[in-house]
């Protein structure tokens, strides 16, 4: 192995891979060292991501709502249930460790309604709760909280972090390797057919703007 030329060392039963094929590919890989078949991960936890072979966030997306829960909980008693400390302070503490925890690596997700809707909604719970706001009893609208807070919804706040990932690599050069993969294409991948508008009957040829 390559590993042995630098006098380094492999723990063979702690080695997991990982594939993820192309849609039309069959998957069904393996690979040996040693005379050894490594473990088939379905996946990964690489740099404090979860990769999932089939490119899902599912696992992603509860592993992050759950460390996120795991650090606002631990501020409740000092910060969050504190009468000494402003709001404005709480909210700067929450941008820095919650939301920040909340959305690693958020530039580079494939987002779906149903994320938005996980994360928006923890988002707003925990707003609600460093302003004891209970929902049932002062009916307080989520407008007014996010205005309270001066902060937005999670999904202008994903739509910005990943407008700015992509200027940044927009402004790459050509070789590098994230340029490659945003702007790269499946050789054998195939687009779905774009749905026909329909022009409506009450309109002009000449008016109908579509």
């Not at 999932?52 to 696992?59: A, E, I």
């Not at 402003?86 to 494939?110: F, G, H």
């Not at 001066?150 to 202008?156: D, M, N």
């Amino acid at each position: 192995m390559a590993s042995r030329r630098f006098g380094l060392s492999l723990s063979l039963k702690k080695t997991e891979v990982l594939f993820e094929p192309s849609p039309d590919n069959i998957y069904a890989t393996s690979v040996t060292i040693d005379n050894t078949a490594l473990v088939v991960a379905e996946t990964f936890c690489y740099l404090g991501s979860r990769i999932h072979r089939t490119g899902s966030l599912d696992d992603e997306i509860a592993a992050r709502l759950a460390k996120a829960t795991a650090a606002f909980g631990c501020l409740t008693k000092r910060l969050w249930d504190d009468h000494g400390i402003r709001v404005d302070t709480k909210v700067q503490v929450y941008r820095a460790v919650v939301l920040t925890t909340l959305l690693y690596d958020s530039k580079t997700w494939t987002l779906y309604r149903r994320y938005v809707k996980k994360l928006d909604s923890f988002h707003r719970r925990c707003l609600r709760r460093i302003l004891r706001i209970i929902w049932l009893q002062d009916r307080v609208p989520n407008t007014t909280v996010l205005e309270q807070f001066g902060t937005t919804g999670i999904e202008l706040i994903l739509f910005r972090t990943q407008f700015r990932w992509s200027a940044h690599v927009s402004h790459m050069s050509d070789e590098r390797v994230r340029k490659c993969m945003l702007y790269g294409q499946l050789p054998k991948a195939k687009r779905h057919p774009a749905k026909k508008v329909q022009r409506q009957a009450s309109c002009e040829p000449e008016t109908c703007n579509i």
